[in-house]
C-alpha cells in the first residue's frame, strides 16, 4: 500500500517523535511505500486567509485554491491510505494540524460541491496523550476526540479508520512512563508493519 503520514510535532526530543520513527520503520520491514508531510519542519501554513475563508464559508467562489494546499491534496489523491501521528493538545490535534484540515479539506476536495477527494482504503490516527486512557474514558475526552476525527473530519473518507491511543505518557511518574513507552513504541512498530 502506499501511505501518506501526517506527522505533527513541535519537537524531535518527543515521544511522539519517536512513534512516528517505530511505526515508519514497522512500514519500511513491511515494503510499503510512503511519503510524509512533516508539518513543523515544512513550517506549513495552517492559518486561514481571509480569501480562503471567504471561499470555504461560500462568500466568494473564485478564489484559487494555494499550492501548498494542493501539494497536500495530491499527496492524498496518490496515497491508498492516510495515517496521522500527533500529541494531543487540549483534548484535540495541535493547532498547525487542525489548520491543514482547515485548508486541505477544502470545498470542492473534501466536500460540496462535488467533492474530487478519492474514499481512502484506511485512515489511521496515532495519538500520544499525557492522560491514562482510563482517565480519556472516564471524562468523555477520548470519544470527543474520536467524534471529532472519525467522525467528522474522516466519516466517509475512507472505508476503515481507526484512532490509537499511546496514553499516560507525561513525566509526572517516570518509573511508569517509561515502562508505559516501551509497550507503545512496540505497538507502533506493529502497526507499520500489520498496516
Ligand atoms: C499544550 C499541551 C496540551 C496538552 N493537552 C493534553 C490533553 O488535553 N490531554 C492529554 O492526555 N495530554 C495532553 N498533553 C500531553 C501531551 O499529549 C504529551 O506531550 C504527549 O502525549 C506525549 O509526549 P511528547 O510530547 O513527548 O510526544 C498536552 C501537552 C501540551 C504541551
Known sequence: MKIFVVYCHPSKNSFTYQVKE????????????????????????????????????????????????????????????????????????PAKLVGWFDRVWSSGFAYNPNPQM???????????????????????????????????????????KEMIMFDGTSHWNEAERNVRIIEHLKTAYNLGVNF
Open 118 to 160: 478519492k474514499v481512502l482504503k484506511k485512515a489511521l490516527f496515532i495519538l500520544s496523550a499525557g492522560k491514562t486512557m482510563e482517565s480519556l474514558e472516564e471524562t468523555g475526552e477520548a470519544n470527543a476526540m474520536r467524534t471529532v476525527m472519525l467522525g467528522d473530519r474522516i466519516r466517509t473518507r475512507a472505508i476503515e
Open 22 to 93: 517505530e511505526f515508519l520503520k514497522g512500514l519500511r520491514d513491511a515494503n510499503h511505500t510512503f511519503i510524509v508531510s512533516d508539518l513543523y519542519e515544512m513550517n506549513f501554513n495552517s492559518e486561514l486567509s481571509e480569501g480562503e475563508y471567504e471561499r470555504e464559508a461560500f462568500y466568494r467562489s473564485e478564489i484559487p485554491v494555494a499550492n501548498d494546499v494542493l501539494e497536500e491534496q495530491r499527496k492524498i489523491q496518490e496515497s491508498d491510505a492516510i495515517v496521522f501521528i500527533y500529541p494531543v493538545f487540549w483534548t484535540e490535534a
